[in-house]
């Protein structure tokens, strides 16, 4: 089982920061990619960020240039540094992992979400 746990969620104004932290840990053999999701009230859940374990980065169009999703191998944790945080940010960010496990059986597993507002 693995287990990956957000963090560092909060209330925060428009054109402050904020950094998110997700912790993967279990019965974890190699971690392939994790990747940062978010659901506002009433819409789907989006793709944020993603970064693969060799250190490729991906990101949605409407946070490029303001967020930036690093890694911390040893520690298997990744962080999404939020700068000029806008209203339209708000939302639960949800952390996705992509994990090789036992036998070479790779499963996605998620966080539970940490609450994101950006007041005006």
């Known amino acids: 089982q693995v287990q990956v746990v957000e963090s560092g969620g909060g209330l925060v104004q428009a054109g402050g920061s904020l950094r998110l932290s997700c912790a993967a840990s279990g019965k974890i053999f190699s971690i392939n990619e994790m990747t940062w999701y978010r659901q506002a009230p009433g819409k789907q859940r989006e793709l944020v960020a993603t970064i693969t374990w060799g250190g490729t980065t991906n990101y949605a169009d409407s946070v490029k240039g303001r967020f930036t999703i690093s890694r911390d191998n040893a520690k298997n944790t990744v962080y999404l540094q939020m700068n000029s945080l806008k209203p339209e940010d708000t939302a639960v960010y949800y952390c996705?992992?992509?994990?090789?496990?036992?036998?070479?059986?790779?499963?996605?597993?998620w966080g539970q979400g940490t609450q994101v507002t950006v007041s005006s």
């Open positions: 996705n992992g992509l994990f090789t496990q036992a036998m070479g059986v790779s499963r996605r597993y």
